[in-house]
């Protein structure tokens, strides 16, 4: 079973929208696990506390690096990779999504405030990942993202198999253009390449589709897909094994 454990200055934020629909779904079945933790549980004081003033001075708090250390101990008893979602991170991509999807799970770190001690991060050898050129409140909506986009992955989860495979980024392109029923709905059609029952004419117009949109809306996945692209056509082909030919 994949196994998502949180940890986090709010628990009940868990399984939010985790909880709902395909995720949702998946989790009552028992195709994956969710686990809170609070990390104000692992503090040594009455009054819970988890962060502390800035080495250096500055504005804002920072997470102690010996109550998350605490936390982190408690809870991290297999090999599962240890993630912190942090704006800093390298940027998630649909590939390191399914490279989680196929492990056990993860351990993620949801900081606050003005960001955690960077001893804890080096000691307890995390990862930083981040969703996104952007700052959130904490890494809990982040963390949220992050699981949606594993979960959705695992087998049983979506419907149909081909519903992953033909996603945006899947082969490194923006998805296609979809349209349904109504035929016209405002004066706008739906194109007949689709509707006319032929299968390789589909094919090839939601490729070109998919092509344009990448190349006007990301040009740097453009870039990389046709970098990939000029790689693979130099790649010698193997000839086959001629057979000797008979004397005479």
């Known amino acids: 079973m994949w196994r998502a454990t949180i940890l986090t200055l709010f628990p009940e934020m868990f399984p939010g929208p985790l909880g709902q629909s395909l995720a949702g779904k998946a989790l009552a079945a028992g195709l994956w696990s969710l686990d809170p933790v609070d990390i104000r549980a692992h503090a040594s004081d009455r009054h819970r506390t988890v962060d502390d003033t800035p080495a250096g001075g500055g504005p804002g708090m920072v997470m102690k690096a010996d109550v998350l250390a605490r936390a982190v101990d408690a809870v991290a008893t297999d090999e599962r990779p240890r993630l912190l979602m942090s704006p800093r991170g390298t940027p998630l991509t649909q590939a390191r999504v399914e490279a989680l999807t196929k492990g056990p799970g993860a351990l993620i770190l949801c900081g606050r405030f003005e960001g955690i001690d960077e001893r804890l991060i080096a000691g307890r050898n995390f990862e930083e990942l981040s969703v996104g050129d952007y700052v959130l409140s904490g890494g809990e909506i982040a963390a949220c993202v992050l699981i949606d986009a594993c979960v959705r992955l695992l087998p049983g989860v979506m419907g149909k198999e081909a519903s992953g495979a033909e996603e945006s980024f899947a082969h490194g392109l923006l998805e296609y253009p979809q349209y349904t029923r109504p035929q016209l709905w405002e004066g706008r059609p739906i194109p007949d390449v689709l ?44 000839r086959p094994d001629r057979k000797p030919e008979p004397d005479g």
């Open 195 to 238: 509707t006319c029952g032929d299968h390789a004419k589909v094919a090839a117009w939601r490729r070109a589709a998919a092509e344009r949109l990448t190349r006007a809306r990301r040009p740097d996945l453009w870039a990389a897909h046709v970098a990939r692209a000029g790689t693979s056509a130099k790649q010698p082909r193997k």
